[in-house]
Every structure is written in structure tokens, then in C-alpha cells.
């Protein structure tokens, strides 16, 4: 039996990445959608073979709780939304799957997992490259010292946005897109960074930028960087921007080699490089099974109660590491961390 997500908002990621990947979950389909806009719930309804009643607009979500065709609910609005309608769904009785990042805060992440827990639903976020081939490959190498001993991870995740400004665009409007660029893309340099050390940071030192009179960075930075040092030593140096020309790698070198992943954690065209002595690429699958395979492992869990891969806990680590950035950033200091990645006093 097949789990029923209904898809809250209607956006580009929704309608034009993860919608059409249903069709290649075994275990997952959609059951409903929502959305404000009339017009799309009428047009995606009918191309996806949804009943009317299947369709809702935000002011009806309450009704979604009787619904026995929908098991979970699939957030994807602007990340500002994320802790109220996850919230909303659990109120309604429904498992959670919420878009990264989870959420704008550590204090709105606790929310949501203690509303999880009060409804005794399950909470995932939609993590992506813990189920793509490369990115699975290279956590397994490292974790066999493939690179010998971590000692550098570099992450960039940039491109250059257009014209744009907070009222026309939510993803330079700090109330839904937080600080900006780091939220939305540098968040898959700081899940690699963990993913790939396997530690969590002691210390993070942090630099953000803003250009004066850009109606783009009315609101967010432009970039965002920072530099970790983990308690084996190693550093990382994370970098993420809206304003600089496309790039989007990971680099994890050690004593006897590195691993080069370029691009990094995209939709598709992933590469994996490993350097040193056994010098050699490594094609370890299709990196578009990403998306079919994170909705099947939801149902996995939904359904048999198997353990998820990508829990609240871990955005809230993250966003925990978020806030630590921002406040070293902010401060002009280095920033020391306890192991769960809360700043020390
Ligand atoms: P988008 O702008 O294309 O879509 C956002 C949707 O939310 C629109 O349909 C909009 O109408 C709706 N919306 C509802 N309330 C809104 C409000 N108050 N203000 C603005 N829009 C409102 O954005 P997107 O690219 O689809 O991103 C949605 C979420 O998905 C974000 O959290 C983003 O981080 C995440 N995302 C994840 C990936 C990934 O690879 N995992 C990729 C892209 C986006």
C-alpha cells in the first residue's frame, strides 16, 4: 500500500521537480493539493487526476484532518511558512515532510518536533543528497578513510540572482527566506560538511556581506562564509552567494588524497573525483533517483515505522549552526560550540 502526501504549495519545486517524481516512487503518491491560487488547483488537479475534494486552498487545510486518502503532507512553501504548516499538519493528525531548510530558527525547529511528538506523527526533512548515489558514495569512503585523515572540507554554493527585491521576490525577503543565500543553498555545503567529517563544529568563525543601495540585498546577504574547526583538527570553509558567477562543489581532503565532488548535490550531473594514489571517478548511479527514492524512504517509515534518515533533529542541528554563523558573523568573533551545536556561554 502507497502513502498519500498532499503537496502544500504549488511553486517551481513542487509543480516541476518533485510532483512529477511520484511517478517513479513504488510507495508514494500524490492524494491532494493545496494552494491559494484557484486557477493552479483546477489545472494541476485535473492534470494529475485529482478529485475536486482533493483539492485545497489554505483556509479549507483544516478539513485535510478527515481526509483517509492523505497520510502525510508535503510542505514546500517559501521557508518563512515552514513552522506554521508543519504545525498545522501535525494539529490535523498528518506525517510531516518539510523542505529545507526547515525552518528560519532553532526556537521554530523545537516547535515543530515537539509538535511532531505531541501528535505522534513523524517529521522528515527533505534532505535530498542523503539519497543520492554520489553523495552516499562519498560518505561511505569516508567513513573508510578512503582520503586518510580528514584534515580540509571546502563548500561553495553560489550563483548570480537577477533584479529583484523583497515585495517581488520571497527568496531575498528576510521574514521568508531568513538570511538568504546560506538557508537556501549553502545549507547543502553545511549538511556535507557534516555528512563527509562525521564531527560536529567546536568553533565556527564567520564573515557575511552586503552591498549598500542593491534592492537584491535590500534585506539578506549577498555572501555568506564561514570556517569551522572540528575537534580531530580538521577545518572547514564554507562559502555561499547570490551574486557571484554558478558554482556548487565539495572538496574533502585528507593525508593520502581528496575527494572532489563537482558539481555537488544539483538535480542531476553529479561528479565524484577521488585523488590520490587510487586516483579515479566513481559512478556510482543515476543521481535523479534522489527524489523518488527520499519519498519512498518516507513511506518506509510511515508505514513500517523504520528510523528516518533526515529527522527534525537534524534540521534543528543545522539551524542551531545557522544561528552560530550569523552570531560570529555579527559579533566579528569566533564563536565556540557545544556538541550539539548550541553556542557556548
Ligand atoms: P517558489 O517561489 O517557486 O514557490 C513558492 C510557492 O509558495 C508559490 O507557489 C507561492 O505562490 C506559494 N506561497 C504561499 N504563500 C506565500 C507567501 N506568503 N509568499 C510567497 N509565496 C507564497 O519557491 P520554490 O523554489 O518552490 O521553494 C519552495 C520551498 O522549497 C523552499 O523552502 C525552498 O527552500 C525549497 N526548495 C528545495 C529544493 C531542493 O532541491 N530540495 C529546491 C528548490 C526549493
Known sequence: DSVGFAMVGLGGYALNQMMPRFAQAERAHVAAIVSGNPDKLREV???????????????????????RRVDAVYVVLPSGLHAEWTV????????????????????????????????????????????EPHN???MELMARDAVGRLRLIRTEQSYRMGPTSPSANWRVNRALAGGGPLEDLGIYGLQAALYLSREMPESISAT??????????????????????????????????????????????GTTG???MDPATNYSGQRLVLEGPERRELEPGDPEVQF????????????????????????LRDLRLIEAIYASAAAGRTVGLNPDGTMRR
Not at 518516507?298 to 534540521?315: C, K, L, S
Request: include cysteine.
Open 45 to 67: 488537479g485535473d492534470a494529475y487526476g485529482l478529485p475536486a475534494d482533493a483539492r485545497y486552498s489554505y483556509e479549507d487545510f483544516a478539513r485535510i484532518g478527515a481526509d
Open 88 to 131: 498545522r499538519a501535525f494539529a490535523a493528525g498528518k506525517h510531516v515532510l518539510c523542505e529545507k531548510p526547515m525552518a528560519l530558527s532553532s526556537a521554530e525547529c523545537a516547535r515543530m518536533i515537539a509538535a511532531g511528538r505531541r501528535a505522534r506523527r513523524k517529521l522528515m526533512i527533505a534532505y535530498r543528497s542523503h539519497f
Open 136 to 138: 552516499m558514495a562519498a
Open 208 to 253: 557575511t556581506f552586503r552591498p549598500e543601495g542593491d534592492p537584491r540585498f535590500a534585506e539578506i546577504f549577498a555572501h555568506v562564509s564561514s570556517q569551522w574547526r572540528f575537534p580531530s583538527g580538521a577545518v572547514a570553509q564554507l562559502a555561499t552567494s547570490y551574486d557571484s558567477a554558478g558554482a556548487n562543489f565539495v572538496h574533502a581532503r
Open 258 to 260: 581528496a575527494l572532489i
Open 292 to 315: 523518488a527514492r527520499q519519498l519512498d524512504h518516507f513511506a518506509d517509515a510511515i508505514r513500517d515505522g523504520a528510523p528516518v534518515r533526515t529527522p527534525g533533529e537534524m534540521g
